[in-house]
Nanobody, 112 residues
Framework: QVQLVMSGGGLVQAGGSLRLSCAAS????????MGWYRQAPGKEREFVAS????????SYADSVKGRFTVSRDNAKNTVYLQMNSLKPEDTAVYYC?????WGQGTQVTVSS
């Protein structure tokens, strides 16, 4: 059974930074592209970033481009989302995604 276990969310002031982690068990992540999504209260889940299997290709939503960085460590079977220059509008529950599987979600709250 595949499990994606997330960590790293929390409360931060605007302009601050957080790093989210998504560690997999039951699956070798190096075989898969990975994605990060977020869902704010009252809104639909939206794409944030993605990374190819090797990590050589990444993609970002326009709203986070230049502030967020997605990376992966296939030896640790873990994917990361480094979030810098956070804004109140980044407040959401963040999810990692691998195909049909999702992490449990982690709350990120940015205060103004």
């Amino acid at each position: 059974q595949v499990q994606l276990v997330m960590s790293g969310g929390g409360l931060v002031q605007a302009g601050g930074s957080l790093r989210l982690s998504c560690a997999a068990s039951g699956r070798t992540l190096s075989y898969y592209a990975m994605g990060w999504y977020r869902q704010a209260p009252g809104k639909e889940r939206e794409f944030v970033a993605s990374i190819s299997r090797s990590g050589g290709s990444t993609s970002y939503a326009d709203s986070v481009k230049g502030r967020f960085t997605v990376s992966r460590d296939n030896a640790k079977n873990t994917v990361y989302l480094q979030m810098n220059s956070l804004k109140p509008e980044d407040t959401a529950v963040y999810y990692c995604n691998c195909g049909a599987d999702w992490g449990q979600g982690t709350q990120v709250t940015v205060s103004s």
